[in-house]
């Protein structure tokens, strides 16, 4: 199946691993300096190393709780538990040309609708909330989009890549725009999964399972354009998530002609 990837974010990643490299350079470069002046090392570099080791501590345990949250408490997807939606899964990973089919974990969250992908001791994991997973009895098309969604950030490597730019990280904006563009992309590939899902699971995030299929999406749509003020931009600017309106347009604007 051909990925298509947002025209963005192959763009935001090469700025990042640029911009990455370039601070590394200049932090090598001006420890090399300090070297010489070696009684302005302390003041100057170890509250730097103190904050940077602190910040990769965080990371670094922050995903040892999650990844051991889903294997300690998740209910794993296998051939013989929800054999019907492993298959589908296994499937859609095949058709994506994955070798590794990543575990899938069902997640009780007090309601909440999401799923997300994680990666942790070079494994990728993905885990999607049990509000959204008993759609399968009644709309499985939208829990398909959703999983085609995050299956598609580990096709596309995302967790990793952000890893290796986190330097760019500290740039201003820059690493919310990135995350963007992966959104966008991954939305197109939980479409080419699942075209009869796509809209209607962007929308149950909007409206939640049992309104979303009351929302009129052309009048939502057109809501959010009316309202599209400063405050709404900028807010929008700082996400990692582009808003749900903006989702459904990219969705509606990269379906391809099926008669090509």
Not at 77 to 84: G, H, R
Not at 129 to 154: C, N
Request: proline share 3%.
């Amino acid at each position: 199946m051909k990925i298509r990837v947002n025209k963005k974010e192959n763009l935001y990643f090469a700025i990042k691993v640029v911009l990455s490299i370039l601070i590394a350079y200049f932090v090598v470069t001006g420890f090399n300096k300090l070297l010489i002046e070696r009684d302005k090392v302390f003041t100057a570099i170890i509250p730097i190393l103190i904050y940077v080791y602190f910040i990769f501590m965080y990371l670094f345990f922050r995903k040892i709780f999650i990844v051991g949250y889903l294997k300690g408490n998740g209910v794993e997807i296998t051939a013989e538990q929800f054999p019907e939606i492993y298959q589908v899964y296994s499937n859609m990973a095949k058709e994506l040309g994955m070798k590794k089919l990543p575990p899938l974990f069902l997640i009780q969250q007090g309601g909440a609708l999401n799923a997300f992908a994680i990666r942790f001791s070079c494994k990728n994991y993905i885990a999607i909330y049990s509000d959204i997973f008993e759609m399968i009895e009644t709309d499985i098309e939208v829990v398909k989009f959703i999983l085609g969604h995050e299956l598609g950030h580990v096709k596309r490597h995302h967790m990793s890549k952000q890893f290796w730019t986190f330097l760019a990280s500290f740039v201003p904006f820059l690493s919310a725009a990135y995350s963007r563009s992966c959104e966008y992309t991954c939305d197109n590939i939980g479409h080419d999964l699942s075209a009869g899902g796509s809209e209607k699971g962007l929308l149950v995030l909007a409206a939640g399972k049992n309104l979303y299929k009351k929302v009129a999406s052309d009048k939502y749509m057109e809501s959010a354009k009316k309202r599209r003020s400063f405050s709404v931009r900028f807010v929008e600017l700082c996400s990692s998530h582009p808003f749900l309106p903006n989702r459904i347009k990219n969705i509606k604007n990269e379906i391809p002609n099926r008669n090509e």
